[in-house]
């Protein structure tokens, strides 16, 4: 088993790339758990300067070789688009500090698999911010499905939907495919479920069958940057043609002979940021959403079902060592950064990762590229694609 080990997080400082929603909330993470925030860089030296103020962050970088001459950066946080991560963590890597990079790991296998291969050769930590898996109750269901709790797991089945793309006014970085990659709701949200799902089920997804479907093809860019989930301003915009996917249906066969189902869709009316899964087993059946996220249903044949509410003193070891505060404070999305970040800074702590991590690595990052690479040509082809290796 697998659970951080006490450590002093005041010995590590950490480095920020990336000013936007998500860069803020690792930001304010680091600090809750006692890291030093030692600076942000951004997509110009004025962005940095004016969030880093915003934030009461001290420094603000003007590139990312002044920020790894930074004798107090240990740790890089790396959330700026999809693009720029390949460059930046092989950067990272090179000058000997840990990374935590924001998924999808790269814009593709070919990337990812070299960053694999440069982080195992480094010894450093190197995670990807899957933080959904820290949700306490989603690492009691690790733990529970590998206690043997569900039994044999034969089918997994969920969604993941939002409502922010669903104007042909809403404009992100993620739907130019440049900046994104060429797969965009199941990239930006589709990998979070199939990691999360892989990680309580233990099982490997071995080949996928997907329908992708653009449904807005012609959007309006506004003529500036747009942080991610923010409304359109009104102002001037450009119109811009759309290829990548609005929404997704896949099928999923894994190793073991279980059959999984997904819905992926970033244009769902009323459906802010909901993903949920449901695991059945051949004893029991589990199943959870990020919209209640201190509840879990517990699925039986012959007695009741349950519903667990999360709370340390009724967990697995494993999920209680995710949970923050005492039941019935209801924890959040938030949260699930600061479980992940006193995880990661442990294995830092450690000198090196544990045998099973609980965060995702860079292998679960890459693994979700291949699964994308599979998830695009199945599209295409209109057949069932194997993962490759
Ligand atoms: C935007 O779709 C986004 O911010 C994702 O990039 C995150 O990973 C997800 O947690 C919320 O939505």
């Known amino acids: 088993m697998s659970t951080s080990q006490p450590f002093n997080p005041g010995d590590f400082g950490a480095a920020v790339i990336g000013t936007g929603f998500i860069g803020t909330v690792h930001a304010e993470a680091l600090r809750r758990l006692g890291v030093k925030v030692t600076g942000l860089l951004g997509s110009s030296p004025e962005r940095a300067a004016e969030r880093a103020r915003q934030i009461g962050v001290e420094k603000a970088y003007e590139s990312l070789d002044q920020l790894l001459d930074d004798p107090a950066v240990n740790v890089v946080h790396v959330t700026s688009p999809n693009r720029f991560h390949f460059e930046q963590v092989k950067q990272i890597l090179a000058a000997g500090r840990h990374v935590v990079c924001e998924k999808p790991l790269a814009v593709s296998s070919q990337e990812s698999a070299e960053l694999v291969k440069l982080a195992a050769d480094s010894g450093l930590i190197a995670a990807v911010n899957y933080n959904i898996r820290f949700y306490p109750l989603n690492q009691h269901a690790h733990r529970m499905v590998r206690d043997g709790g569900l039994g044999e797991i034969r089918l997994i089945s969920g969604h993941y939907l939002q409502d922010w793309l669903l104007h042909d006014t809403d404009w992100n970085w993620r739907l130019d495919?440049?900046?994104?990659?060429?797969?965009?709701?199941?990239?930006?949200?589709?990998?979070?479920?199939?990691?999360?799902?892989?990680?309580?089920?233990?099982?490997?997804?071995?080949?996928?069958?997907?329908?992708?479907?653009?449904?807005?093809?012609?959007?309006?860019?506004?003529?500036?940057?747009?942080?991610?989930?923010?409304?359109?301003?009104?102002?001037?915009?450009?119109?811009?043609?759309?290829?990548?996917?609005?929404?997704?249906?896949?099928?999923?066969?894994?190793?073991?002979?279980?059959?999984?189902?997904?819905?992926?869709?970033?244009?769902?009316?009323?459906?802010?940021?909901?993903?949920?899964?449901?695991?059945?087993?051949?004893?029991?059946?589990?199943?959870?959403?990020?919209?209640?996220?201190?509840?879990?249903?517990?699925?039986?044949?012959?007695?009741?079902?349950?519903?667990?509410?999360?709370?340390?003193?009724?967990?697995?070891?494993?999920?209680?060592?995710?949970?923050?505060?005492?039941?019935?404070?209801?924890?959040?999305?938030?949260?699930?950064?600061?479980?992940?970040?006193?995880?990661?800074?442990?294995?830092?702590?450690?000198?090196?990762?544990?045998?099973?991590?609980?965060?995702?690595?860079?292998?679960?990052?890459?693994?979700?590229?291949?699964?994308?690479?599979?998830?695009?040509?199945?599209?295409?082809?209109?057949?069932?694609?194997?993962?490759?290796?």
């Open 177 to 389: 495919p440049k900046e994104g990659g060429a797969l965009r709701a199941v990239g930006d949200i589709g990998t979070h479920w199939i990691d999360l799902t892989n990680f309580i089920s233990g099982q490997k997804v071995t080949s996928v069958f997907a329908e992708l479907s653009t449904f807005i093809k012609t959007r309006q860019q506004p003529v500036g940057p747009v942080e991610t989930f923010s409304q359109g301003g009104g102002g001037e915009t450009v119109e811009r043609q759309i290829e990548t996917d609005d929404t997704a249906l896949i099928l999923l066969r894994y190793a073991n002979g279980a059959r999984g189902s997904l819905t992926v869709s970033q244009v769902s009316a009323g459906r802010k940021n909901s993903l949920q899964w449901e695991i059945d087993g051949s004893q029991s059946a589990a199943s959870w959403h990020s919209e209640t996220p201190d509840h879990l249903w517990i699925g039986h044949r012959g007695k009741p079902n349950e519903i667990l509410q999360r709370d340390a003193s009724l967990m697995n070891a494993t999920g209680a060592a995710a949970a923050g505060l005492p039941g019935g404070h209801v924890e959040g999305f938030a949260d699930t950064f600061y479980a992940l970040y006193r995880n990661v800074y442990g294995a830092v702590a450690a000198g090196g990762p544990p045998d099973e991590p609980l965060y995702a690595t860079f292998e679960d990052g890459h693994e979700e590229m291949l699964i994308c690479d599979a998830v695009l040509r199945s599209a295409k082809e209109g057949c069932w694609v194997e993962i490759g290796s």
